[in-house]
């Protein structure tokens, strides 16, 4: 679904990302764990096409996306969660979700998945007249997912989608992203909550300053001593 | 829901026509004159209430848009083509009936530009303009976006003050009416001021209708991401750099548009109408009216400029439009029209009311 390959990019002159390659298969979902600053939101930011790629080739379905702007990669099914959520907070709920169905222009396409989302997220169906900005962290980030859903993605993109959330909300979270999984959605997850990640996802990549360092299946990831030192956490245990 | 966006504007027509009612029956019709061209103002300022509170996008330059439509067509209208009057362009122009020939009061025959190519023309230079400038300044954010368009703001003020064309510090006078198909004459003849005041406030009536529609649809949706989250808008496939360019074109039109008619009801036009104090008075319109509140940008559009056009305000205009900013922006800096000022006064007045009873 997803392949890239030794793909370069950054900001400016700094380079974060120093050749990547991976590649996601549809139905999978696959998570890139990596330490602060490792270029995990980089990656997704310039598969996007938020940022340009310096070097490298990116696939998306056997298009080549690399030097598409941003609306034209939503448009063609792939589909960001932002970090932080990224909520509009002075529009309300419903206005959020709507903006995520930019791409699409048929209104019945829009009024049904509209409907999806209620379904999937009933909390949201409560609020939908309240400002976005009035939604508790939980809510913005079930907001953010429901509002990247709208453009019907084939492949989602979630950066960070824990990050300042309480650990039963998170529990939530993860939850729904399994439901999309089971919905037939193919998720690439980014976490530094890494033993969260991997526990759910088919494979991981481990990225550590701008290049991929190890990948294997997600359940082989949690029991590498390496990984596990670094980043869940073995040695603190001891 | 749907339908609800449109009843201040039922609101808003009621007014016009019960304030004509009132001046007529009162003897008092010289007040139209004045609410006249606050209408031609609200033009500007609901365009830059559109461009600035829902779009994000501050312009401290908009009164120069406002000149550029009016200056065409003052130009275009008084720009005496008789000595040319055999050349090719000119009769071909005169045989497409895109010229008007008239006496001026000095019984000199002039043959200029029909005010409606004017006006088309006006639009045009000013869609260009919008679009070439449009393009570098709205990469531009905040600060820096209010800077790059006082400049511009500041170049069409002395282009318009030291152009030869332009009529330099003296502006252009003696501009001929606007005739819209023998039905309608935009003009600052006594004897038409009720038609004018109609027709000024039907333009406005429309430009609103317009822009509610554009605010409450997709479009308008994108605009107001933007505003929210620049960065997240272009995540979920909105494409910034093409609806900034959108919206700030529009406004400079809306604005220009304005001007033009503005231009034929007052007759002259001087380079006043381009200078900075004006497009800052604008923006501190549409902030004290409520950034995003089109309604609250056009109510306080017509008061404040209402009274400062009959004078009350007196010699410190700009000094008493500098106090109000002040405190609004202390006080209520959601403008003065936020939902929660009028809760807290109706509550006030109903606590008062019903503890007694």
């Given at each position: 679904m997803l392949s890239v390959k030794s793909l370069e990019s950054g900001y400016g002159k700094l380079r974060v990302l120093k050749g990547i390659s991976m590649q996601i298969d549809p139905g999978e979902i696959v998570t890139i764990i990596g330490a602060n600053g490792a270029g995990k939101t980089t990656l997704l930011n310039t598969i996007s096409g938020i940022i340009k790629a310096t070097s490298g080739e990116i696939e998306f379905n056997r298009t080549k996306i690399s030097n598409f702007p941003a609306e034209k990669i939503v448009k063609l099914g792939c589909s960001l969660v932002p970090e932080g959520r990224q909520i509009f907070n002075t529009l309300t709920v419903k206005e959020n979700l709507l903006i995520g169905s930019h791409t699409i222009k048929n209104s019945q396409i829009v009024k049904s998945e509209l409907n999806n989302i209620y379904n999937l997220f009933p909390v949201l169906k409560d609020r939908i007249n309240q400002l976005g900005g009035t939604l508790s962290g939980g809510e913005q980030q079930m907001l953010a997912i429901g509002r990247s859903l709208m453009s019907k993605p084939k492949l989602i993109m979630l950066d960070e989608p824990s990050t300042g959330l309480a650990p039963l909300i998170i529990k939530n979270i993860f939850e729904i992203i399994i439901k999309l999984k089971e919905q037939g959605n193919t998720i690439l997850l980014v976490e530094q909550n890494a033993k969260a990640a991997l526990r759910i996802a088919d494979r991981g990549y481990v990225i550590e300053t701008g290049q991929i360092v190890l990948e294997d299946k997600a359940d082989a990831l949690l029991r590498n001593d390496e990984v596990q030192n670094a980043y869940l956490g073995k040695e603190y245990k001891k | 829901m749907n339908k609800k966006k449109y009843y201040p504007l039922f609101g808003l027509m009621a007014f016009i026509i019960l304030f004509q009612l009132f001046s007529s029956f009162s003897g008092?019709?010289?007040?139209l004159i004045q609410l006249t061209m606050c209408a031609y103002y609200s033009m500007v300022i609901i365009a830059l209430c559109t461009l600035m509170g829902y779009a994000g996008q501050i312009s401290l330059g908009h009164a120069a848009f406002f000149a550029i439509g009016g200056y065409t067509t003052a130009v275009l209208t008084t720009l005496n083509l008789i000595p040319d009057k055999d050349n090719f362009f000119i009769s071909l122009f005169n045989s497409l009936g895109f010229l008007s020939l008239r006496v001026n009061p000095y019984g000199i025959e002039i043959l200029h530009f029909s005010p409606w190519i004017a006006l088309v023309v006006a639009v045009v230079i000013t869609y260009v303009i919008s679009f070439i400038i449009g393009i570098p300044i709205l990469k531009l954010k905040g600060h820096y976006l209010a800077m790059a368009t006082l400049g511009f703001g500041t170049i069409i003020y002395r282009v318009l003050l030291g152009g030869k064309i332009f009529g330099e510090a003296d502006g252009i006078s003696d501009i001929p009416e606007f005739n819209i198909?023998?039905?309608l004459k935009i003009n600052g003849d006594n004897a038409d001021r009720i038609e004018n005041y109609y027709a000024a406030w039907f333009i406005v009536v429309i430009s609103m209708l317009l822009l509610i529609n554009l605010i409450h649809s997709r479009v308008g949706r994108a605009l107001r991401s933007l505003h929210g989250n620049e960065h997240a808008a272009n995540s979920i496939g909105v494409n910034p750099a093409r609806y900034k360019l959108f919206v700030f074109t529009l406004s400079a039109v809306m604005a220009a548009v304005g001007g033009v008619f503005m231009t034929h009801f007052s007759g002259s036009i001087g380079p006043g109408e381009a200078g900075v104090l004006k497009s800052v008075r604008y923006v501190a319109i549409v902030a004290v009216g409520g950034m995003a509140n089109i309604w609250g940008a056009l109510i306080m559009g017509i008061i404040l400029n209402y009274l400062s056009l009959r004078g009350y305000?007196?010699?410190y205009d700009e000094a008493i439009f500098g106090v109000i900013l002040v405190l609004i922006m202390l006080f209520t800096p959601d403008g003065i029209f936020k939902a929660g000022n009028f809760g807290s006064i109706k509550n006030f007045i109903f606590s008062k009311i019903f503890k007694k009873a």
């Open positions: - | 008092k019709e010289f007040l198909f023998n039905l305000l007196g010699s």
